[in-house]
């Protein structure tokens, strides 16, 4: 024990020497990775698989093995002894396991010893990739000092590492798009992934100021008989990170768990939101995958009321992709707090557009898809103002268009779901000529009542269209 001590001790004043004069590195551009394989190997007491090598590694105290399985009946910590390992800011563990896990990595970056916390799902020859923390901002690693695995949901836990692998991605874009014909769609690194710009190519969508009010419409100019102000009108709000289309779940309040957070003073429960919280602070990013026609976000998120030390564990995955006239998103949340919780009002998902189109439209008949008409409620206020008012659709479907019955408009869709709270936040007053930063907003939520329950994912996708009202009801007929 002396000598693994010693050798600690070395290695660590080591790397502090190697890493005050080589920390700037991390900034300089070098050799990017753009394959994210996982290279596997034997694994046991003393030694695991690193980058395709058989690295040394030591536990801090006696562990049991069954077979190349180690059992984990406590938090148990690995060591590394190399001091680098070159500079990355991503990695890959490939696994198998027969429970939850919580890990802790602690690497270096320079001279700076940083930790961070990970959730593995249970099975057999899984792959988790995560990018290191503050990434966005340039941060890299070089060294990997240890890695400890906890069970969550079960008081034991048999757990196999194939292979751990360190990657140097390019540092992506804060704001990431794809777009066809029809539709650019973007996400916020810095919002966690949600979705924050959607923009209908194809419809001649104009905004115009009139009195210092804008409105937007199809050939908005020739509408209003006004000067078009914008050409290239983001139908999304984005004023804040609690704005967006985006998820949001409710959970646990205090006496369940947790202790309660505190929201334009009122007393406010767990809240993981993707993008962020009440502060307009980041989400984490955990794993992004992008190709021309889609977007693969994975984020932790914060928790809404609170502030950015408490990020949620949680993870919010989501990936988004224009099929014609139809924007898909599909989305994945697992929470891993173990909180106790009742069932809760959920928004799946929360939908906030801008607020030009503040005249709320769904079907509230009795035979969907049969063309009888669409009922509009023009008048709509801010929703706590109003109660929290909801409105049934057989449909599964509602919209928000502009001021003529036949105006431009976006609508969501979420298969078998009829519940629709909604609203309008400062009706009548958006100024700004992007109206997608305005505080101004029109809101959705689709609503279904359950609880979270913590280490099993919740799975659901929505869909989004534009145009006027028989147009988005005849594009979502399309998958009903």
């Not at 320079?110 to 959730?119: L, R």
């Not at 993707?274 to 994975?298: A, H, M, P, T, W």
């Not at 280490?455 to 009202?469: A, M, R, V, W």
Request: charged share 25%.
């Amino acid at each position: 024990m002396f000598l693994i001590t010693l050798r600690r001790i070395l290695s660590i004043a080591l790397s502090f020497i190697l890493g005050f004069f080589t920390y700037p590195i991390s900034f300089i551009p070098n050799v990017n990775d753009s394959e994210f394989e996982i290279s596997c190997g034997e694994f046991g007491k003393e030694s695991i698989v690193l980058n395709g090598e058989h690295e040394a590694v030591y536990f801090d105290e006696e562990v049991s093995f069954d077979a190349d399985r180690l059992i984990l009946d406590s938090k148990k910590t690995l060591n590394f002894e190399d001091i680098t390992h070159g500079w990355y800011n991503y990695y890959g563990i490939s696994y198998s396991s027969d429970a939850t896990l919580k890990g802790t990595l602690t690497y270096r970056c320079g001279a700076i010893e940083k930790s961070e916390v990970f959730f593995l799902d249970a099975g057999e020859n899984k792959e988790f990739h995560s990018f290191i923390d503050n990434m966005l901002s340039g941060t890299k690693a070089n060294a990997i000092c240890s890695i400890s695995f906890e069970p969550l949901d079960k008081e034991s836990a048999n757990l196999i590492i194939h292979g751990i692998s360190l990657f140097n991605r390019e540092i992506p874009d804060q704001y990431v798009y794809i777009q066809t014909d029809e539709y650019k769609i973007g996400v916020n690194l810095l919002w966690g992934g949600a979705l924050s710009y959607m923009e209908d190519l194809n419809s001649d969508v104009e905004a115009v100021e009139i009195d210092g009010r804008i409105f937007v419409d199809s050939n908005a100019g020739e509408r209003y008989n006004a000067k078009v102000v914008n050409s290239n009108v983001n139908l999304i709000n984005r004023f804040d990170a609690g704005r967006l289309i985006q998820q949001s779940y409710y959970g646990a309040f205090e006496g369940q768990g947790y202790e309660n957070g505190i929201f334009m003073d009122n007393v406010w429960a767990y809240n993981p939101v993707q993008g962020g919280n009440q502060f307009n602070d980041n989400s984490k990013i955990v794993d992004l995958r992008c190709d021309e026609n889609s977007i693969y976000i994975k984020c932790q998120p914060l928790d809404w009321a609170k502030e950015k030390e408490c990020i949620t564990p949680s993870y919010m995955e989501a990936t988004y992709k224009i099929d014609g006239s139809l924007v898909k998103v599909s989305c994945r949340f697992t929470d891993y707090s173990g909180y106790i919780t009742t069932p809760r009002d959920q928004e799946i998902p929360a939908f906030y557009c801008i607020e030009p189109f503040n005249r709320f439209i769904y079907y509230a008949g009795d035979n969907p898809w049969s063309d009888e008409a669409l009922t509009i409620e023009p008048d709509l206020i801010f929703w706590p103002d109003a109660g929290y008012p909801t409105f049934n659709s057989k449909e599964n479907w509602s919209a928000f268009i502009g001021e003529f019955d036949d105006s431009f408009g976006i609508g969501v869709y979420v298969p078998g779901e009829t519940t629709f709270l909604t609203g309008v936040f400062n009706r009548e007053q958006t100024s700004n000529i992007d109206p997608s930063v305005d505080a101004s907003t029109s809101y959705i939520a689709v609503i279904r009542v359950m609880a979270l329950e913590s280490y099993k994912p919740f799975e659901y996708d929505y869909y989004l269209t534009t145009g006027n009202s028989e147009e988005m009801r005849n594009n979502f007929k399309e998958i009903a």
